[in-house]
């Protein structure tokens, strides 16, 4: 199993640019989730999803889009970057949203910087 | 609101043990989170904590006081490799974890 993978590990935009976070998962969870990380603070939720076809709106949702049209792929949406979206991008899954199976597995992160 | 608190940065001796505090205010409680984050990787899952009282893994332990709003990461018998943040998440009554923003522990030989 790869896990939760991620792509592009490292990108830079021009203000303005959109751009798409890929995010596969080979575990089979329902759960997923994007997370923002920024320097010496913690995880932000950007959007999660409870399984194919359902997404909402975490923590700070202003300025991307997500979709989940099947249970592996959970690719975030970045429209009309910003220097303010500058950031660390973590993909996770978790198998689902009760607590006892929610221990959450991350992907290895895209460094996103916007000039 | 809903807030972690967990002081920012420790310092510590190889060999020696450490103790990483948490408070938490959530919106309900449905279990606490520990995470380790080497630099420049993603979080790793440490420990899970629901109910009151101490959970050992090896070298690491975890604590939980649920009417305290008050959890520890015990770190016994410190290792170079232990250097790293540490992340502390509650899970509220959404199933949402909400984040510290971390200890970063610095360990000196």
């Known amino acids: 199993n790869a896990g939760v993978t991620q792509t592009p590990k490292f990108r830079i935009l021009k203000i303005g640019q959109s751009m798409t976070l890929q995010c596969t998962q080979d575990m089979n969870h329902n759960y997923m989730y994007w997370y923002r990380q920024d320097p010496g603070m913690g995880l932000k939720l950007i959007y999660y999803?409870?399984?194919?076809?359902?997404?909402d709106k975490g923590e700070v949702p202003n300025g991307y889009n997500v979709s989940r049209s099947t249970t592996e792929d959970f690719p975030l949406r970045l429209e009309l970057a910003a220097p303010s979206q500058t950031s660390v991008y973590f993909c996770?899954?978790?198998?689902?949203?009760?607590?006892?199976?929610?221990?959450?597995?991350f992907g290895p992160g895209t460094r996103l910087t916007v000039l | 609101g809903q807030n972690i608190d967990q002081p920012t940065e420790m310092t510590a001796t190889e060999g020696a043990i450490v103790q990483i505090n948490c408070t938490y205010q959530t919106s309900g409680f449905n279990g606490l989170f520990w995470y380790q984050q080497h630099a420049g990787e993603a979080p790793t899952f440490l420990s899970y904590n629901v109910l009151d009282g101490l959970e050992e893994k090896g070298r690491f332990s975890s604590f939980l006081s649920r009417s305290k709003g008050y959890s520890y990461l015990l770190l016994k018998e410190l290792q170079m490799k232990d250097s790293a943040s540490y992340l502390c998440a509650a899970l509220d009554s959404n199933y949402q974890l909400i984040w510290g923003a971390g200890t970063k522990l610095i360990i000196k030989p």
């Open positions: 996770a899954s978790s198998p689902g949203g009760l607590a006892d199976y929610n221990e959450q597995f």
């Open positions: 999803s409870v399984g194919a076809g359902i997404t």
